[in-house]
């Protein structure tokens, strides 16, 4: 049985992990308080908004993004490799809840949902947790996420300046001088949006990989206005259609997910034709940047698995810290044969924009700091196992690469940093032999209190 | 226009500001009724960007 947003945040509630706000809260204040909350937060009461809920930072924890994977920390990587590995087909249904309540042309009004502000310098409100469906004529359905900027009440900007198969999809509607219709789902299971922010291949269906989590198809409704069809049981639907104006609407700054404040960017603009929701539907308001980070965390990871495994290494844990924002740093412990140290930094590095990679042997805990800082300390000779690789592709919003002195257009190149921290060649593995405790296990602590 | 709206016109004519310093000026406007002003800003076409992102009236 496929799991939906709202078996979602049941689990969460079952974990002790769910803050309930009963206290009526505008919208503007609902990511400052999200962002107070240890736990994630459902606000129950919306100031001016009577209908709807909201809620927020569902998966901004690594245990919160387990728990909707149902799965083991550890295992998050292993798990969507399955998914990947094992698709289901979406299905299409006659209706579903996200129907119940139907707008249509000058009544589809976004001012009637509540749409937050969330940082000081965002350019507007923002739509955060989208799940973003296209089509082509050749190339078939995509689904991505996308930020959606507030500007009218049948219109929002749209980031689409990173390359992806939404963006071509526009460029060739563009081409033809037509609008691309789209349809955004918002409050799904994080499943969905697991799937959406995985770059597939072009041909193959994100609702499939999604599917292939559930181990159950995502059942889908059609649009009321676009040819296109969104998850039944989204909490809320936009359809409409991206204008053919090309990338020529000022959109941001928005609270990117490398933490910091981006940059006013010129794109594109959606005009909205219908919205559809649940009679009482909750907005989802991805809070940034530790859930749209920890959303991350799964795909490069078993990125970095693959990565690994094509070299001929093999891998025993991964994680992509949020430090890094779970996107530039990847940590991998692996079985080591001589010379693999390396070859697994190579292997690491040539992941998407990863720039810093650090391994270590099969004993290292690589999820506890104080292991990782111990292996560096003591396993790592810098003249020998500390590799620099200049002139990689780099990203636009890692201020380092000095992206604004490049000119409009240009692409910013990175240095990249592996750390070999495995057991150098030709020092035995005695030599690592831990302390140990005289009598550990002949004594206990708890007899003598 | 609205009133509301106007007063935001020539508020970001005296001053470049970015949004959120928009909605700090009217702390006891309901969020809709905000929401639908900007709206009303922006289809003016009035609104031009500073290079930090504030809003400011002109191109």
Redesign the interface.
């Known amino acids: 049985m496929k799991q939906g947003f709202r078996e979602f945040l049941a689990a969460l509630e079952g974990a002790g992990e769910l803050k309930h706000l009963k206290k009526p809260v505008?919208?503007?204040h609902l990511s400052a308080l999200a962002a107070q909350a240890k736990e994630a937060t459902l606000f129950e009461s919306i100031?001016?908004?009577s209908d709807w809920r909201a809620a927020g930072a569902l998966v901004s924890t690594r245990k919160r993004l387990a728990l909707a994977m149902g799965c083991s920390e550890r295992d998050i990587a292993s798990r969507f490799e399955s998914g990947i590995r094992n698709p289901i087909d979406a299905r299409l249904v006659k209706d579903g809840p996200c129907q119940e309540v139907v707008w249509e042309g000058d009544r589809a009004d976004?001012?009637?949902i509540?749409?937050p502000?969330m940082?000081?310098?965002?350019?507007?409100?923002y739509i955060s947790a989208t799940l973003v469906v296209s089509k082509d004529p050749e190339y078939g359905r995509n689904v991505g996420s996308y930020r959606m900027m507030?500007?009218?009440?049948q219109?929002t900007g749209i980031d689409l300046v990173s390359p992806s198969d939404m963006r071509l999809y526009y460029q060739r509607a563009l081409d033809q001088k037509r609008p691309l219709p789209i349809a955004v789902a918002i409050g799904v299971h994080p499943y969905e949006m697991l799937a959406a922010s995985y770059k597939a291949p072009i041909d193959v269906d994100e609702l499939a990989i999604a599917g292939g989590l559930h181990g159950a198809p995502v059942e889908l409704v059609k649009c009321r206005t676009v040819d296109l069809e969104v998850p039944a049981d989204a909490e809320l639907v936009l359809e409409g259609e991206l204008l053919p104006i090309g990338w020529t609407a000022?959109e941001?700054?928005f609270g990117e997910f490398s933490h910091i404040t981006g940059?006013?960017k010129w794109n594109p603009l959606f005009r909205v034709t219908c919205i559809t929701h649940r009679r009482d539907p909750i907005f989802y308001m991805l809070q940034m940047p530790w859930e749209n980070d920890w959303l991350a965390a799964p795909v490069i990871e078993a990125a970095g698995l693959q990565a690994l495994r094509v070299a001929s290494v093999q891998p025993v844990a991964i994680r992509a810290p949020i430090g890094g924002c779970c996107y530039w740093t990847l940590v991998a412990s692996i079985k080591k044969r001589p010379g693999e140290g390396k070859n697994a930094l190579l292997a690491l590095l040539s992941v998407a924009e990863v720039k810093l990679a650090i391994v270590t042997d099969d004993d290292i805990n690589i999820y506890d700091p104080d292991e990782l800082d111990w292996a560096m300390t003591f396993r790592v000779q810098a003249d020998h196992d500390v590799l620099v690789i200049p002139g990689a592709r780099g990203k636009h919003i890692d201020p380092s690469v000095k992206a604004w002195a490049l000119g409009k257009g240009g692409l910013p190149t990175t240095a990249k940093l592996g750390i070999d921290a495995t057991i150098p060649e030709g020092v035995p593995r005695s030599q690592y032999e831990r302390i140990r405790y005289f009598a550990k296990d002949a004594v206990r602590l708890e007899d003598y209190l | 226009m609205s009133p509301l709206a106007a007063r935001i016109v020539e508020e970001l004519r005296a001053t470049p500001r970015h949004f959120a310093e928009v909605v700090e000026v009217h702390p006891d406007v309901a969020w809709r009724d905000l929401l639908k002003a900007w709206g009303e800003v922006r289809a003016a076409g009035v609104l031009g960007r500073e290079d930090d992102g504030r809003y400011r009236i002109g191109q």
């Not at chain 1, 940082?119 to 409100?125: E, F, R, S, T, W």
């Open positions: 505008d919208p503007r100031v001016g908004y976004l001012t009637s509540p749409i502000l940082h000081v310098k965002d350019g507007g409100p507030y500007r009218t009440p219109e000022d941001g700054p940059d006013v």
